[in-house]
Nanobody, 125 residues
Framework: VQLQASGGGLVQAGDSRRLSCAAS????????MGWFRQAPGKEREFAAA????????SYAHSVKGRFTISRDNAKNTVYLRMDSLKPEDTAVYYC???????????????????WGQGTQVTVSS
């Protein structure tokens, strides 16, 4: 499975942005997917996760109410809609996928099998 993240860029505080992550390869095996982020000088952290069917989601406290994760299984793509962006949201955003046939979501890095290359989001004040 290969993951290609896109949609990052420079935005102003309060703006919205949508990230996309397209999967290719053995996509039929993909279960839960997630987004993580790494700010400068900090460790990578969980942002959002979604189950295989898309019916269950989970968010980090810092983004809950502002970010929305969704997926289109027909397009093998997961999205992260980010609203009301803040300077502290500046980070490299990584998508991740797990080979899984359950309908669970996962919030720990070690629970994921595949990672995208990351896309930079910079929020100016």
């Amino acid at each position: 499975v290969q993951l290609q993240a896109s949609g990052g860029g420079l935005v102003q505080a309060g703006d919205s942005r949508r990230l996309s992550c397209a999967a290719s390869g053995r996509t039929f095996s993909i279960g839960g997917m997630g987004w993580f982020r790494q700010a400068p000088g900090k460790e990578r952290e969980f942002a959002a996760a979604i189950s295989r069917s898309g019916t269950s989601t989970s968010y980090a406290h810092s983004v809950k109410g502002r970010f929305t994760i969704s997926r289109d299984n027909a397009k093998n793509t997961v999205y992260l809609r980010m609203d009301s962006l803040k300077p502290e949201d500046t980070a490299v955003y990584y998508c991740a996928a797990r080979t899984d046939y359950s309908d669970r979501y996962y919030s720990l890095e070690e629970q994921y099998d595949y990672w995208g290359q990351g896309t930079q989001v910079t929020v100016s004040s």
